[in-house]
């Protein structure tokens, strides 16, 4: 029997029939989306965890689309939107912290004006 190899045949090869290997979706991405999320949907209930949630989700995005840049994956949308999500909720968060602040120093200011009777 004669084998021809593929060039002989005339066959070419696009680069998806070498990697036949599914592309998959950046892991650090989804992450990003999730801790995103979390850090916006939290604001309210655990305000002073939202802000480690938002650095949290902007590092993994910020990692995952530098990864995805390099290794061609799915998921640049998820590592965007987990960044834009991780960004609000840090604003957010950070805007809650402030005006509980400044609302528990006027209060003890209040409790310590002088009485005028």
Do not use: W, Y
Not at 4 to 26: F, K, M, S, W
Not at 87 to 107: D, E, N, T, Y
């Amino acid at each position: 029997m004669n084998t021809l190899d593929d060039e002989q045949q005339g066959t070419l090869h696009t680069d998806n029939d070498i990697n036949d290997a599914p592309v998959t979706t950046n892991g650090k991405a989804i992450t990003s989306l999730v801790l995103g999320i979390i850090s916006v949907a939290n604001v309210l209930f655990l305000f002073f965890l939202s802000p480690i949630f938002s650095i949290l989700g902007i590092i993994f995005g910020t990692l995952g689309l530098k990864e995805i840049k390099r290794t061609r994956q799915n998921g640049r949308g998820m590592a965007i939107a987990g960044n834009v999500c991780s960004i609000v909720g840090f604003i957010l968060s950070a805007l809650l912290i402030i005006f509980v602040i400044i609302g528990i120093s006027s209060f003890m200011q209040m409790e310590q004006a002088p009485n005028m009777n």
